[in-house]
């Protein structure tokens, strides 16, 4: 499975950007999505999963209420819609996927080459 991430930005504080991540193969339409990303010097962090069909979404505390997962599986997309964006948000972000309908570890067997945020103040 390959997946494309795209639609990172400059962004003003406050603002809002989608990403979306993109398979390559249909049979990916059965695997929980992630979303996660790392700033610069900085570990890779949980930011939100999603299962196969969209019936699970989970986030992590720095963007609950802000950010939203989501997934056309007619496309072979999933999405992170981020609202309120702020600085501490910067990041490269990367979208990954499992191998099951369900996220089935901390960390996803595939992933995508990232696409970098930025928020300004």
């Known amino acids: 499975v390959q997946l494309q991430a795209s639609g990172g930005g400059l962004v003003q504080a406050g603002g809002s950007l989608r990403l979306s991540c993109v398979a390559s193969?249909?049979?990916?339409?059965?695997?929980?999505v992630g979303w996660f990303r790392q700033a610069p010097g900085k570990e890779r962090e949980f930011v939100a999963t999603?299962?196969?069909?969209?019936?699970?979404?989970t986030y992590a505390d720095s963007v609950k209420g802000r950010f939203a997962v989501s997934r056309d599986n007619a496309k072979g997309a999933v999405y992170l819609q981020m609202n309120s964006l702020k600085p501490e948000d910067t990041a490269v972000y990367y979208c990954g996927s499992w191998l099951t309908s369900y996220p089935s570890s901390n960390s996803p067997r595939y992933w995508g080459q990232g696409t970098q945020v930025t928020v300004s103040s």
């Open positions: 193969k249909r049979t990916s339409s059965n695997n929980a």
């Open positions: 999603i299962s196969w069909n969209g019936g699970i979404t």
